[in-house]
């Protein structure tokens, strides 16, 4: 423990919204961030665990010294220290400063165009970690409120939360889940259906009328941003619709779970499931109609939510990193199943065995061929969402997927 880092507050910065933040005398630090701090895009910063952002002084004199006009605040951090790099910090470390204010580190802090000024050719992603390691601005949460100040001590502390090393994983998944729900939604809006999309940063939700259910009525993004759970609500309440709102810990007083959801990752590639006379393959755009079926049949959808899947295929089948499979036994699908990228994350989707092939290691197989198509095409890491205690999470598990977060599916009701 003695190997642990120390340093200091150099500067603590705060804004009316964007860029730069201006250096203040102390600010009080609370799990809705830093007192007096606002931020434009909600929607993509702040919320209870991006609470602070944290940028090292030693990263703004490298930068400096190729040139770069950044400063102290100018690329939006709430606290400039001295001493360590904090972008090398494992998720979950804690940095305790002053007297009180203990933060918990969660994840890097993804750059964007609104820093481009702090930068001589523009080019913003310098401050991502993916690209330059040392070099990142690290969000925190907030684990003891306090009040910060420049000459603050900090005091770096090992992780205490074990569950804390998932956050960044977790957050990746979600966000992943995001964009290939909206694909879906505005498939079947294409398809006729009348569905109204919000879509505004990391949260989005949809609303259906004529569709009940959780599949076209859900919001999504909120376990990160539990903050913004109003904007949700509101779009359903405005639509007349129940909705299920995906989050961690409940979203409001009273919340009702529905259903509990385990997260899963799997960082490393697949060997092939090899089941006797079952071949997986990917659809090509132009054929329709073998996905939908099997999904249809083996999840027993209403008549309407059904016929719904079905005429949306052909939109989706055209969707960008949207990727179609079926597993067949002598050209009969049996199982059928999708795969979308995003950012070199895969995104497991729809996984679906017919009742009478149930059993015969077809769902495997289904995972590791598309968890192995996504590795084909860049990613890094393969994720999926299971109901908690089902047999899809018994053959993630079985495959080597580790669970990463819950998230539990809230219920409500416009009235």
Same mark, same amino acid.
């Given at each position: 423990?003695?190997?642990?880092?120390?340093?200091?507050?150099?500067?603590?910065?705060?804004?009316?919204?964007?860029?730069?933040?201006?250096?203040?005398?102390?600010?009080?630090? +609370?799990?809705?961030?830093?007192?007096?701090?606002?931020?434009?895009?909600?929607?993509?910063?702040?919320?209870?665990?991006? @609470?602070?952002?944290?940028?090292?002084?030693?990263?703004?004199? !490298?930068?400096?010294?190729?040139?770069?006009?950044?400063?102290?605040?100018?690329?939006?951090?709430?606290?400039?220290?001295?001493?360590?790099?904090?972008?090398?910090?494992?998720?979950?470390?804690?940095?305790?400063? $002053?007297?009180?204010?203990?933060? #918990?580190?969660?994840?890097?802090?993804?750059?964007?165009?609104?820093?481009?000024?702090?930068?001589?050719?523009?080019?913003?992603?310098?401050?991502?970690?993916?690209?330059?390691?040392?070099?990142? !601005?690290?969000?925190? !949460?907030?684990?003891?409120?306090?009040?910060?100040?420049?000459?603050?001590?900090?005091?770096?502390?090992?992780?205490?939360?074990?569950?804390?090393?998932?956050?960044? &994983?977790?957050?990746?998944?979600?966000?992943?889940?995001?964009?290939?729900?909206?694909?879906?939604?505005?498939?079947?809006?294409?398809?006729?259906?009348?569905?109204?999309?919000?879509?505004?940063? #990391?949260?989005?939700?949809? @609303?259906?009328?004529?569709?009940?259910?959780?599949?076209?009525?859900?919001?999504? %993004?909120?376990?990160?941003?539990?903050?913004?759970?109003?904007?949700?609500?509101?779009?359903?309440?405005?639509? %007349?619709?129940?909705?299920? &709102?995906?989050?961690?810990?409940?979203?409001?007083?009273?919340?009702?779970?529905?259903?509990?959801?385990? !997260?899963?990752?799997?960082?490393?590639?697949?060997?092939?499931?090899?089941?006797?006379?079952?071949?997986?393959?990917?659809?090509?755009?132009?054929?329709?109609?073998?996905?939908?079926?099997?999904?249809?049949?083996?999840?027993?959808?209403?008549?309407?939510?059904?016929?719904?899947?079905?005429?949306?295929?052909?939109?989706?089948?055209?969707?960008?990193?949207?990727?179609?499979?079926?597993?067949?036994?002598?050209?009969?699908?049996?199982?059928? %199943?999708?795969?979308?990228?995003?950012?070199?994350? %895969?995104?497991?989707?729809?996984?679906?065995?017919?009742?009478?092939?149930?059993?015969? $290691?077809?769902?495997?197989?289904?995972?590791?061929?598309?968890?192995?198509?996504?590795?084909?095409?860049?990613?890094?890491?393969?994720?999926?969402? +299971?109901?908690?205690?089902?047999?899809?999470?018994?053959?993630?598990?079985?495959? $080597?997927?580790?669970?990463?977060?819950?998230?539990?599916?809230?219920? +409500?009701?416009?009235?």
């Amino acid at each position: 423990m003695t190997d642990l880092p120390t340093g200091r507050v150099l500067q603590v910065n705060v804004s009316d919204g964007g860029v730069p933040k201006r250096p203040v005398p102390s600010a009080r630090v +609370t799990s809705a961030g830093v007192a007096g701090d606002r931020q434009n895009a909600d929607t993509v910063h702040g919320g209870p665990h991006r @609470a602070v952002s944290i940028l090292g002084v030693e990263v703004i004199e !490298r930068l400096r010294a190729e040139g770069h006009p950044i400063e102290p605040g100018s690329t939006g951090e709430n606290l400039t220290i001295a001493g360590f790099d904090v972008s090398t910090l494992e998720a979950g470390t804690r940095l305790a400063i $002053g007297d009180e204010l203990v933060l #918990e580190i969660s994840q890097p802090t993804n750059p964007c165009r609104t820093i481009r000024r702090s930068f001589k050719d523009g080019r913003f992603g310098r401050l991502s970690i993916r690209a330059h390691p040392t070099d990142s !601005r690290m969000y925190a !949460r907030v684990i003891t409120a306090g009040t910060v100040a420049p000459d603050d001590e900090i005091r770096v502390e090992p992780a205490v939360d074990p569950s804390a090393a998932g956050f960044a &994983i977790s957050d990746r998944l979600d966000n992943a889940e995001r964009e290939s729900s909206i694909v879906f939604w505005e498939a079947a809006v294409a398809a006729g259906r009348r569905i109204a999309i919000l879509d505004d940063g #990391e949260i989005a939700a949809s @609303a259906a009328p004529d569709l009940p259910g959780p599949i076209f009525n859900q919001g999504l %993004g909120f376990a990160h941003l539990p903050n913004l759970v109003d904007r949700a609500i509101a779009h359903f309440r405005d639509h %007349g619709v129940t909705g299920w &709102i995906l989050a961690d810990d409940p979203p409001w007083d009273g919340a009702v779970v529905d259903a509990t959801l385990a !997260r899963w990752a799997l960082e490393s590639p697949l060997a092939p499931v090899e089941v006797p006379g079952l071949v997986v393959r990917e659809l090509a755009r132009d054929e329709i109609g073998p996905w939908a079926d099997v999904i249809v049949a083996a999840s027993e959808m209403p008549p309407a939510i059904g016929e719904t899947w079905r005429e949306l295929e052909r939109h989706l089948a055209l969707a960008a990193h949207h990727h179609r499979f079926v597993a067949e036994i002598d050209g009969t699908p049996v199982g059928a %199943g999708s795969l979308h990228l995003h950012h070199q994350l %895969g995104w497991l989707r729809a996984g679906s065995v017919l009742p009478s092939h149930r059993g015969r $290691g077809v769902q495997r197989a289904l995972i590791a061929e598309r968890a192995t198509h996504a590795w084909r095409l860049g990613a890094d890491a393969v994720g999926a969402s +299971t109901l908690e205690g089902g047999a899809s999470a018994a053959n993630v598990e079985r495959l $080597g997927f580790r669970r990463v977060a819950t998230r539990r599916s809230y219920v +409500t009701d416009p009235a």
